[in-house]
C-alpha cells in the first residue's frame, strides 16, 4: 500500500481530517476531498506536507457525480488508487420525527449519505478490482451507531441513511472479495466533531456522554485509528465486517 493513494471524502474537518493525517503517516498519498470549506481542507494537505508527506485537495460535494468523477481525475493524476474513505456525510436537524419530515430532507440525506457512498465506491472498484486490471485495494465506510439504535425522535433519516451504509458494506465486500479488495465499515458513536452544530445542538455529544458505558464523548483520532488499521496489511483478513467504536454504546 505503500505510496498509493487514498482518496478521503469530507478529509477537510472531524472524523476525515484526523484520517487524513493518520494515513498520510502510514505512507498513503491523501486526496483531501471536501465540500466548500477550502481553508480548512489546504490546512490539512499543509499539516501532512509539512511531515514530507503527499496530498492534494479537491473540491467534492459527494450529492454530485460530476464532482465525484473529478475527484477521481484527481486521484489518477496523482498515483494508484489504494483506498477509499467513505467519510463525508451530514445530519438534519436534531428532534425532527418521521411525520414532520419534509421530502426534500430525506433525500438530500439520502443522496450524500448513501448514493454518494456508493458512487465513490463504483469509481474505486473500476480502479482496483484486478478484474479490471487493478492491483486491488481497501474500501472504509463510516457508518454510525445510529445504524444500530436507530435515531427515534432525533435523526431517524440519518439513522436509516447509516443502516443502508452498513448493508453497502456487506454486499459490496462479498461481491469484490475474490477480486483483490476489502471491504470494511466503522460505526463511531458519540464523537467530538462539529457535525452536531449542523443538527443545531453543538454541545450534543458532551451532553450525552454520561449515556456512554466508558462515560465519555470519542475523538476524531480514536475512529481514525481505527479506520487506519482496517486500510492496513493489519486487518487483512478483515472484509464485509463494520467495527464498533462507539465507547460501548
Ligand atoms: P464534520 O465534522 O461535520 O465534518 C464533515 C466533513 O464532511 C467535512 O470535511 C465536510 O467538508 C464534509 N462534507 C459535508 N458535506 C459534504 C458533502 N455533501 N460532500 C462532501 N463532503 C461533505 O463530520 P464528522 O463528525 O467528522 O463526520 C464524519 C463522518 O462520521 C460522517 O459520515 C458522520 O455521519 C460519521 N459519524 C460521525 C459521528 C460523530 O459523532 N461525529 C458519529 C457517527 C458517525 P467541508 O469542510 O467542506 O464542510
Known amino acids: 500500500m505503500t505510496d498509493r493513494v487514498a482518496v478521503i471524502t469530507g478529509g477537510s474537518r472531524g472524523i476525515g481530517r484526523a ?13 483531501v476531498g471536501y465540500a466548500s470549506n477550502q481553508a480548512a481542507a489546504k490546512e490539512v494537505v499543509s499539516q501532512i506536507e509539512a511531515k514530507n508527506g503527499k496530498a492534494v485537495a479537491v473540491k467534492c460535494d459527494v450529492g454530485e457525480e460530476h464532482d465525484i468523477l473529478k475527484l477521481f481525475e484527481a486521484a489518477d493524476k496523482f498515483g494508484a488508487l489504494g483506498a477509499l474513505v467513505n467519510n463525508a456525510g451530514i445530519i438534519g436537524k436534531s428532534g425532527v420525527r418521521v411525520d414532520e419530515m419534509p421530502a426534500e430532507r430525506i433525500q438530500r440525506m439520502m443522496a450524500i449519505n448513501v448514493t454518494g457512498s456508493m458512487l465513490c465506491a463504483r469509481e474505486a472498484v473500476k480502479r482496483m478490482s484486478t478484474k479490471h486490471g487493478g492491483k486491488g485495494g481497501v474500501i472504509i465506510n463510516v ?19 447509516k443502516g443502508a451504509i452498513d448493508s453497502f458494506t ?7 472479495a475474490g477480486e483483490g479488495i476489502r ?7 458519540l464523537i467530538d466533531t ?3 452544530g449542523s443538527g443545531g445542538e453543538p454541545d450534543r455529544a458532551h451532553r450525552l456522554a454520561h449515556t456512554v458505558p466508558l462515560k465519555r464523548v470519542g475523538s476524531a483520532k480514536e475512529i481514525a485509528n481505527a479506520i487506519v488499521w482496517l486500510m492496513s496489511d493489519e486487518a487483512s483478513y478483515v472484509t464485509g465486517a463494520i467495527l464498533d467504536v462507539s465507547g460501548g454504546r
Open 183 to 189: 471491504v470494511a465499515g466503522i460505526r463511531p458513536g
Open 143 to 161: 457508518s454510525s451507531i445510529a445504524a444500530k439504535l436507530g435515531g427515534a425522535n432525533t435523526y431517524i433519516d440519518y439513522a436509516a441513511s
Open 194 to 196: 462539529e457535525i452536531h
Open 170 to 176: 456487506v454486499g459490496l465486500g462479498l461481491e469484490v
Open 19 to 31: 484520517t487524513a493525517l493518520a494515513a498520510a503517516t502510514r505512507g498513503f498519498r491523501i486526496i
